[in-house]
Structures are given as C-alpha cells and as structure tokens.
C-alpha cells in the first residue's frame, strides 16, 4: 500500500513538470499562462510562441503521460499504472508547483493512453487528427477522442473501461469553455503558419 501512494504522488509530481510554463519561459522569457486564452498547453504555445516551443511542450506532456505509466506498471504493476496514467494528468491540469493553473491534459492523457493501450489510442488519435485537420478545431478533435476514448476501450479491452472513462470525463470537463464555444461558433481555429 505504501509504494502504491509513494507511485500516485510521484506521478502526480511528474504531471506537475509544465512543458509549456518551461519552454516559454526559456524561449520567449513569459508565463505562456499570461498570454492568448491562458491555457498552458501546446496549442497556445502554438499560437503564441510558434511551433518549435509548441513541438517541445507537446513532447515534453506526452512523455510525462509515458513515464508515469511506466513507473506504475514495473514497480506496481498494470492497475497501478492506470492511476498513475491519470494522476500525472490531474498533475498536468492542477500543478501545485505553478499554482494549480496547467493545461487542459490531452497531451499527458496521449502519453498515458498509449502507454497503456497503444492500438486503440492510436484509432482514436488518427479520427483526432482528420477531425482536427478538416475543422481546424483543435478542441472539437480532442473531445471527439475523448468520446471514444471509452468507447473503442470497451470493445478492445474492458479491464480498462473505468480509468478511460475518467479520464474521458476529465477532458470533457477541462474542455467546457470550448464546448460553449463550439456551440456559439466562437471557438478559435488553428493556424499552422506561425
């Protein structure tokens, strides 16, 4: 029991570690937090900085997602690692290092869900992609994967279904100001100029 809360924190710990607070930081010299819609998390890194830092952030949530995965699994085995997979995203979304302002946690929950279930993740980050390349709607394509997150998990492997669902209802809930948005067509699109 103690090594199973000493991997929830600690992957709690790692999902605290911002890509993007970093990045920008060092790069542009702001808190990425101050600037566009607030969000700490690549697609404002995008639109703000541009896509080298936006790549970085991007690789850098991904892999916190990976490796808390990882730590659960070898040293507490597979249910562990599921909570450890979310953990890290509640750490990503709500840091008590920077003041539990973070980013929106589709990035660490990838890293996560393809550590874990890595052939329906990747079903479901292809649909993410086409939706988000045909709409340039960066939060309609991550809400869709979302959705089916729990879904494609169900029919693939139901094991898993109850931490997919959580970490589904996690990014719908971080998304709820874009939700309204897409329902007022205000939400903003992306550009890949920059």
């Known amino acids: 029991m103690t090594a199973r809360i000493i991997l ?12 993007s607070i970093l990045i920008c930081r060092v790069v542009a010299g702001i808190d990425i937090r ?7 998390g690549t697609t404002n890194v995008l639109r ?8 970085g952030t991007l690789i850098g949530d991904v892999l916190k997602g990976v490796i808390a995965v990882l730590l659960g699994r070898y040293f507490g085995g597979e249910d562990v690692a599921m909570y450890c997979g979310i953990l890290a995203v509640i750490g990503h979304i709500w840091p008590v290092m920077f003041k539990f302002r973070g980013g ?6 990838l890293g996560a869900m393809l550590a874990l279930l890595p052939g329906p993740t990747l079903i479901i980050l292809l649909v993410a992609v086409v939706v988000i ?4 709607y960066v ?4 809400l869709i994967g979302a959705i089916l997150l729990p879904v494609v998990t169900y029919f693939y492997n139901d094991a898993y ?9 996690i990014a719908i809930y971080t998304h709820r100001s874009n939700i309204k948005k897409l329902i007022s067509g205000n939400e903003s699109k992306i550009s890949f100029n920059k």
């Open 8 to 19: 929830y924190v600690l992957s709690y710990f790692i999902g605290n570690i911002s890509s």
């Open 34 to 40: 101050e600037h566009g819609s607030g969000n700490a």
């Open 48 to 55: 703000t900085v541009g896509k080298k830092a936006a790549a």
């Open 104 to 109: 929106k946690g589709i990035a660490t929950g």
């Open 133 to 136: 390349a045909l709409t340039r």
């Open 139 to 142: 939060s309609l394509g991550s």
């Open 161 to 169: 279904l109850i931490p997919m669902l959580i970490m589904a209802c």
